[in-house]
């Protein structure tokens, strides 16, 4: 009796009536024969079982919308329902990314003016919207870096220093932009190791990736210094702003001195996660590298005046790594992000921080005696704890996250940064209200009781959910990554 | 307007149990000259105000319901059903993230699945992967698997100039830090087949290409697969609804934009690359794959699979940094695509077809214009005008029409050429009147 | 660790932020002291804590879109997600009800066009839209019927002959029309029982409530003498037209001599039934009726030629009974009908009711051997089957019902219509597959068999919803029908 | 466009389970000369096309978001927050029935007992329906509670002029079967109290009245109870943001249009009648009523109670038809109030207020125009014009300003009136515009 969700081709029936499309109202032209196609193994289904089927597979997520979702380093807090309707405007939802830009200034002006928006809120010269999200913002930022080297003729700075709580984008990104990584260690505080860093800074380093606060959530100690260091030996920093939530209207990066640094519009700005995207990763430079952002960005080409509003224009930087995407960047995530910061306006920034940093110590305040926390420090918006007890070697951190599930949260980000043992990585986000911290607070003590008293119920867990846990081992082995279709669709329409 | 839920009396309590005085004192480690910088945003205002500014931002647009649009170039005006938005609208979608955790986020991970294999049997591929940025950066993580392929000893990316300009300035984009040569797009005279060699890692190909053709790959597929070369065909998910599969030319990857299938214009994003290969390269591919497996209880289930693949853990031997992809928009394909089924697509297809040639014939008819294309074409043709593209749009705008691409902004040769997207969104009256204005405009 | 979803006063914080409006921007005027209120009990929560609640108190439900939803009586099909778009265009969503007409012909042709299409699917001389559902629709009808014979100075008609399978509505409305109701039985293959019928027919007669096809989903087979009969006897016959899904397209109730009849939107054109409404319930009548329509209806005011449409305007018929609600009936519901036609149009209103009837027949060929079927013939939309069973006496309808949900089917009607003893009243709907009628057959003859097995299975169902059965007499006896804020908010601010 | 689903195989195949050879003969019992009718409808039409068509139609209205709107009269432009509608889209609430097994209809039996909550906060009464179907409704209905509860031996309703014109043509609508007078608002010049007598069995007054005016209702409220009869208020919600609930003037029954509470204008309807009394006559009360309870796990729930007053039971002695009655738009109610919460409605009612008084104020000083209202008012008033209120209108129109409401439609006595509302969407320069506007046509 248990009624599996089956899948969208074994729901499908040959001949099914679905959605129909207008008749055709010109001439039949006459079809290229050797070009077409005599399969189409698509499935058949009504709107109904459509509607039914996702409706269905929807209910076995959880969400912000459903849970707290205290997801370290991904920032999960709530998406205003404005932000969708905003995005969802036809005046923006409708508009295609090569026409006249005369024709569509409400689009270049919101672009413009979230390109300032961010450039101020980073203590940046300018802002580049185009990078998707995260990854591709660094990638942007780490070949502006290397595009700036090229160019001053600096030809051997080839290594990128990134520390060892990093994540695991920013050595990938290193590699992609045919650069070299060099890891650097963290010291007891959490903070990068300052002898390592200062034995590296030498004339190939090409730059530094600094994630701040980092992913234990601690705000880098010796910032300042570390940034000169590399200043001083003729690098640049590129910082990961994954972790800008903290720092809204609190510290500016472009303050610190960070050269480059990426946003992530999904994570700071409130819009969506979707199930894994799309995001969005604009990049925020320092005046010495604007020249290169990606392109094109906006820009007035005519200024305004008392009764007419600038004229916007794309314009490619004059040395510009070229586009990263095609098109201007994730321009319904722009809309979003806009409408954000436009609710919160200039007083909300830093209480977003205040609140995000609040929730977080809070939390940390409250686990301190029941967790182990690896570098024990106040924290920003996040912190780290063990998931492991000396009393229940057994015990995992995925076992105290899949036993969170049981208290109808979703768990925390597990096993990152690999620089802490059984790392369970919380970041409850400003939108969370103390009666739902207490609530988890309660869940993660009684979790930790539990894994002495009885280590199996958190081994065995989750118990209450809709899927018990899903066996890894068997998929990468068999890997079957497409449904089989039940019966080869063969008729032919 | 805020969504920060915390009292004051609440705040107060927290600061206690966190043994400070104040929230400033939280920021204690941070320097000091430089800590509450006076930003220079806006006040903060209510969501009615907030509204009422966007929709005015968005009024100050010509938006391409309010005219009609000839306009594609890689992003497609299509009609989008109803029940899409509706899905994407479930709140437990679209405000869950990356289904690290598959006990609670089975419904993701099926639809990603759904995904897989809807893109899968589409491309006529074996496996596909849960999504890139968009078919620009999907063409350029397929070079990066070639390369990794021939463990990088192949020096050589051949590149059609019929591949959409933006796609191959993402490619250079991405390959700027590695050493090699993008070749093949110089002139569209150019044959790129010269340059098919021992050192070509990938030969990529765009169907139809940028100019509405559709050629057949055949020969190339050959040429490619001789000199150990990979076969790319970057296509148009909407024209394979009609078309031969490029799995049937041999293809070795199969990327492209899936944006027409269930996605609004908005301004070029966010969209959706898809990525199709053969089972052998499954290991190399970037991004997320999602598998069957069963659960603790014997259920089926899904999981995120092939993981050490990608950079949360292989990190700097990772061949790809991508970590969010394109979830929601995955998503809205896989809705679209069980929405309109077998039978629509094929339908949308064939609407576009037809509607596009009938405008082509049209146009070719007239004095001033001409019909470029000399192989069969799919909803996209280049027509020769006898003035600058940039004024006859003028003129069209004038009229509530978006004329085509003007070519020559990327093709010195094509200068006075105009590349024209049909659809189904096009009637035929609609099309009567494009080529009325363009008439007057000869 | 049973999460259960507090109420909405449980869930408030004295002091939380929540929606903000804009500032005001005149100055302030002097305040009515005296008339000023001092507490103000609403709850306070954030955005997020709003939506998290709405959306886990939605997930207790089943709806149309999660599960099959066989509810007699209630033509529970798919709700076109294009209808619910169609319904909030601005243009449409944003209309005030007392605009100047000339501005609003958008909404004017859309009501004139639907009145227009009901009266030809109907067979009727004109439509008014006012009612709000079905119930309202009776109560105009025949307050219609009264005003018609009163009219005419027939004032001692005040019987009105309802058979006794009609819903509760019908005997309810008589009443509050000032009427008597007349009770007609059954006779044994489901119909009026012809012989009672002339019984009754004399002229105190105002009229005969008629649905048809019938609540057990019968045709009434002498439709056309019944009419006849009460017709001839100076009455007046009425419809409802609950069951209108049947006849689309197949047969038109003013064909057959219906004076009035209701059609409601939210059964047959399938606009959603929210949760127990909003619904509506246009009324359609015969010529000699069309001056008692409530009103005002829309109508042409000037005529259109090549070039203009006709300009359309609300008018008052001559004779009304009146308004039945302010403004013009439930405007929101007649976009999505009008919706539904527009989509299905001519050919699709018999295709309708076609696989409607094939549904139902289907359902009722499958299940005729191990259900007792009290009125044994073709049935229209739907039927009736006993929910008892000889071997297993302690066995109910609700039962069964229950059982049903651990199939994940929302139950049919229960103990409806009341002649038949432990009714399941089964409504499949067109809309449903033959997959999912496949599937409802095998849970409906397992759970027949388990009802001798293991009847307590069945009594104590549901196992596998998040609630088990409630307790109704706990519910009328201790009357908690308001939250009790945990803390009367005594804050005023 | 068609939802059904069937194949030609399945239909086949059903109609051989059944035993019939075609679909016609399954209507073999029906009068064959009347069979299958040629409906004179439109052809079917896709989705698109149909969209196309009713956004057409969308598009020739002028909706209030296009313009500034002045006018209420029992109708209001307030602003519904985003959150609303995203609750109201969610599938399992709107595609769901009437509650009737609880069991798998808790997320709907919670929020109308939420509603039932708020409503009896908000009014200052003992309890709360699950609605009715408008404003108009719900006094019709309380009328029919107040004869029952005197058991048919009154026979008087007296009502305020002071109620909205419609309200009252309704109720005498739906009285029109019952041998009673409906006495009191036969101009505005008259006091109700002199009607109020041993056979009144109700009397009803409108809070702030449908000129705007707030009376204190004290006085009427003795005189009603004095004479055993019951009061009902029909009150404004918004109103009641900042105003005395109408309990505190002893109201036995609180009635009123729930619509500016999160439901949009949408020509008319769908919206809401919201009914609150005493717990005394708990019994009497039509329509569906949500009590907590528990289940068999022990688990608080929810279930409809005290059913047997319901026709669904009770048949022809029940006192009410309804059935189907507003479930949606108590959602929307509950979402709303739940999301402005105390502070937000206060805030509401108070910009209604203050943005009335600055235009009444403004209106009053110009030459040509005179505030009529004598007391105070909440956010809506009445100006006293020197030239037919239509004409106004009509030139405010080609302002873009949606003019009040003309009262001498209904009130004969006030020809030349307009009754101006005035909510949070008036910002004060719309407002300072009006003013001008209607300056120049003093
Ligand atoms: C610290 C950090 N850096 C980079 C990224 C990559 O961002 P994205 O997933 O948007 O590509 C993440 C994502 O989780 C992150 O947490
Ligand atoms: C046969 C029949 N008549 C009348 C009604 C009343 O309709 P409504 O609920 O729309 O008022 C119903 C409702 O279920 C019904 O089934």
Redesign the interface.
């Given at each position: 009796?248990?009624?599996?969700?089956p899948?969208?081709?074994e729901l499908?029936?040959?001949?099914?009536?679905?959605?129909?499309?207008?008749?055709?109202?010109?001439?039949?032209?006459e079809?290229?024969d050797?070009?077409?196609?005599d399969q189409?193994?698509?499935?058949?289904?009504?709107?109904?079982?459509?509607?039914?089927?996702?409706?269905?597979?929807?209910?076995?997520?959880?969400?912000?919308?459903?849970?707290f979702?205290p997801?370290g380093s991904?920032t999960?807090?709530?998406?205003?329902?404005?932000n969708?309707?905003?995005?969802?405007?036809?005046?923006?939802?409708?508009?295609?990314?090569?026409?006249?830009t005369r024709?569509?200034?409400?689009?270049l002006?919101?672009m413009y003016t979230l390109q300032e928006?961010l450039a101020?809120?980073g203590?940046f010269a300018g802002v580049g919207l185009q990078p998707?999200?995260?990854?591709?913002g660094?990638?942007t930022g780490i070949?502006i870096l290397?595009?700036y080297h090229k160019d001053r003729g600096d030809k051997h700075r080839k290594k990128i220093l990134?520390p060892d709580s990093a994540?695991?984008?920013n050595?990938?990104?290193?590699?992609?932009?045919?650069?070299r990584?060099v890891?650097l260690p963290s010291d007891k505080r959490g903070n990068v190791d300052l002898d390592a860093l200062r034995a590296e800074c030498d004339d190939t380093v090409a730059g530094l990736m600094l994630t701040n606060p980092n992913t234990l959530g601690l705000?880098e100690?010796h910032?300042?210094e570390v940034i000169a260091m590399v200043h001083d030996c003729g690098g640049l920093v590129y910082g990961d702003g994954a972790n800008m939530n903290a720092l809204l209207?609190?510290?500016?990066p472009g303050?610190?001195g960070f050269d480059v640094l990426h946003y992530n519009l999904?994570k700071t700005f409130?819009t969506?996660?979707?199930?894994?995207?799309?995001?969005?990763g604009p990049v925020g430079v320092s005046e010495a590298l604007l020249d290169y952002l990606?392109g094109p960005i906006v820009d007035t080409v005519e200024p305004g005046d008392d009764d007419l509003p600038p004229l916007y224009g794309l314009v490619m930087p004059k040395k510009t790594?070229?586009?990263?995407?095609?098109?201007?960047?994730?321009?319904?995530?722009h809309?979003r992000a806009?409408?954000y910061?436009?609710?919160?306006?200039?007083?909300?920034?830093?209480?977003?921080a205040?609140?995000a940093?609040?929730?977080a110590?809070?939390l940390?305040?409250?686990l301190r005696d029941t967790y182990h926390v690896p570098f024990d420090?106040?924290c920003m918006h996040e912190f780290v704890v063990e998931g492991r007890f000396e009393k229940a070697p057994g015990v995992h951190a995925l076992d105290v996250?899949?036993r969170l599930?049981?208290?109808?949260f979703?768990?925390p980000?597990?096993y990152?940064p690999l620089i802490v043992r059984e790392a369970l990585m919380i970041e409850p986000t400003?939108?969370?209200?103390?009666?739902t911290l207490d609530a988890f607070i309660e869940a993660m003590k009684s979790i930790a009781q539990e894994a002495e008293d009885h280590p199996e119920q958190l081994q065995?867990a989750?118990h209450?959910?809709?899927?018990?846990?899903?066996?890894?081992v068997?998929?990468?082995k068999?890997?079957?990554?497409?449904?089989r279709?039940a019966e080869l669709?063969t008729l032919e329409? | 307007?805020?969504?920060?839920?915390?009292t004051e009396a609440?705040?107060s309590?927290?600061?206690t149990?966190?043994?400070?005085k104040s929230?400033d004192e939280?920021?204690?480690?941070?320097?000091a000259a430089?800590?509450?910088?006076d930003?220079?945003?806006?006040?903060?205002?209510s969501?009615m105000e907030?509204?009422e500014?966007?929709?005015?931002?968005?009024?100050?647009?010509?938006?391409?319901?309010q005219a009609s649009?000839f306009?594609g170039?890689?992003?497609y005006?299509h009609?989008v059903?109803s029940?899409v938005?509706?899905?994407l609208?479930?709140?437990?979608?679209?405000?869950?993230?990356?289904?690290?955790?598959?006990?609670?986020?089975?419904?993701?991970l099926?639809?990603?699945?759904?995904f897989?294999?809807?893109i899968?049997?589409?491309t006529?591929m074996?496996?596909?992967n849960?999504?890139h940025?968009?078919?620009?950066?999907s063409l350029a993580e397929a070079a990066?698997l070639s390369l990794n392929h021939h463990r990088g000893k192949r020096t050589k990316i051949v590149v059609s100039p019929g591949i959409?300009p933006?796609?191959r300035?993402?490619l250079?984009?991405?390959l700027?830090?590695?050493?090699l040569a993008i070749v093949g797009d110089e002139s569209l005279k150019h044959d790129q087949v010269i340059h098919i060699d021992e050192n070509t890692s990938m030969v990529a190909v765009q169907y139809p290409d940028f100019f509405g053709n559709?050629h057949?790959l055949e020969a190339l597929g050959q040429e490619a697969r001789q000199a150990g070369a990979l076969l790319c065909v970057v296509a148009n998910p909407i024209a394979?609804?009609?078309?031969?599969?490029p799995s049937?030319f041999g293809a070795d990857i199969v990327v492209g934009?899936g944006q027409p299938l269930g996605i609004?214009?908005?301004?070029?994003?966010?969209?959706?690359g898809f990525f199709a290969t053969r089972d052998e390269y499954?290991r190399k591919i970037a991004g997320?794959?999602?598998?069957?497996?069963?659960?603790?209880?014997g259920?089926?289930?899904?999981?995120m699979?092939?993981t050490p693949r990608?950079?949360?853990?292989?990190?700097?031997?990772?061949?790809?940094?991508?970590?969010?992809?394109?979830?929601?928009?995955a998503?809205a394909v896989?809705?679209y695509?069980?929405?309109?089924?077998?039978?629509?697509?094929?339908?949308?297809a064939?609407?576009c077809?037809?509607?596009a040639?009938?405008a082509a014939?049209a146009i070719d008819q007239l004095d001033g214009y001409q019909l470029w294309n000399r192989d069969?074409f799919f909803h996209e043709f280049v027509v020769r005008c006898s003035r600058p593209v940039a004024e006859i749009?003028?003129v069209l705008?004038d009229h509530d029409i978006?004329g085509g691409?003007d070519l020559g902004q990327v093709y010195p040769e094509l200068a006075e050429h105009m590349l024209i997207a049909v659809t189904?969104l096009n009637?035929?009256e609609e099309?009567d009147d494009f080529v009325e204005v363009l008439n007057e405009q000869a």
């Open positions: 009796m248990n009624r599996l969700e899948n969208i081709y499908s029936t040959p001949g099914r009536p679905s959605h129909r499309f207008p008749d055709l109202d010109v001439p039949l032209a079809l290229p050797k070009m077409l196609r189409l193994e698509l499935p058949e289904l009504s709107e109904l079982e459509v509607t039914r089927h996702f409706v269905r597979l929807s209910q076995l997520n959880f969400g912000i919308d459903t849970a979702y997801l991904c999960m807090k709530y998406n205003p329902k404005v969708e309707d905003a995005a969802r405007l036809p005046g923006f939802a409708h508009t295609h990314p090569l026409q006249d024709v569509l200034q409400g689009n002006a919101l928006w101020e809120i203590g998707a999200a995260g990854a591709q660094e990638l070949l290397r595009a990134v994540h695991g984008t050595p990938a990104t290193t590699t992609m932009s045919g650069l990584v890891e705000f100690e910032v300042e209207g609190v510290i500016r303050d610190l999904h409130s969506p996660h979707g199930g894994g995207g799309p995001g969005s990606p790594i070229g586009r990263v995407k095609a098109f201007h960047g994730h321009f319904g995530m809309v806009f409408t910061i436009r609710s919160y306006g200039k007083s909300g920034m830093r209480e977003i205040d609140h940093v609040l929730n110590n809070y940390l305040a409250a420090r106040t996250s899949k599930m049981d208290w109808g979703h768990p980000t597990n990152f400003e939108t969370e209200s103390k009666a065995t989750p209450t959910t809709a899927f018990g846990r899903l066996d890894e068997q998929a990468a068999e890997l079957v990554l497409c449904c279709p669709a329409n | 307007m805020t969504y920060i839920p915390h609440e705040r309590q927290m600061l149990a966190i043994g400070v929230l939280l920021y204690a480690g941070l320097p430089m800590r509450f910088p930003l220079a945003l806006p006040e903060p205002a969501e907030v509204m500014d966007l929709q005015l931002l968005s009024e100050a647009n010509l938006h391409v319901r649009c306009l170039a890689g992003a005006n009609y059903p029940v938005d509706h899905v609208l479930r709140n437990e979608f679209y405000t869950a993230y990356t289904p690290y955790q598959p006990e609670v986020s089975q419904g993701t099926q639809a990603i699945f759904e897989q294999s809807l899968t049997f589409l006529g074996e496996v596909a849960a999504s940025y968009d078919g620009a950066t990066i959409h933006q796609y300035e993402v250079r984009t991405y700027q830090g590695q050493q559709i057949d394979l609804g009609m078309l031969k599969p049937e934009e609004p214009l908005s301004f070029g994003g966010p969209y959706i499954v997320r794959l999602v598998g069957e497996t069963v659960d603790s209880r259920q089926r289930g899904y999981v699979t092939l990608e950079q949360h853990i292989r990190r700097g031997r990772a061949t790809s940094n991508i970590c969010t992809n394109q979830g929601l928009m998503l896989a809705a695509l069980s929405t309109v089924g077998r039978a629509g697509l094929k339908q949308v064939e609407l077809y037809h509607k040639h009938y014939q069969p749009n003028e705008l978006i691409y189904e009637y035929k099309i």
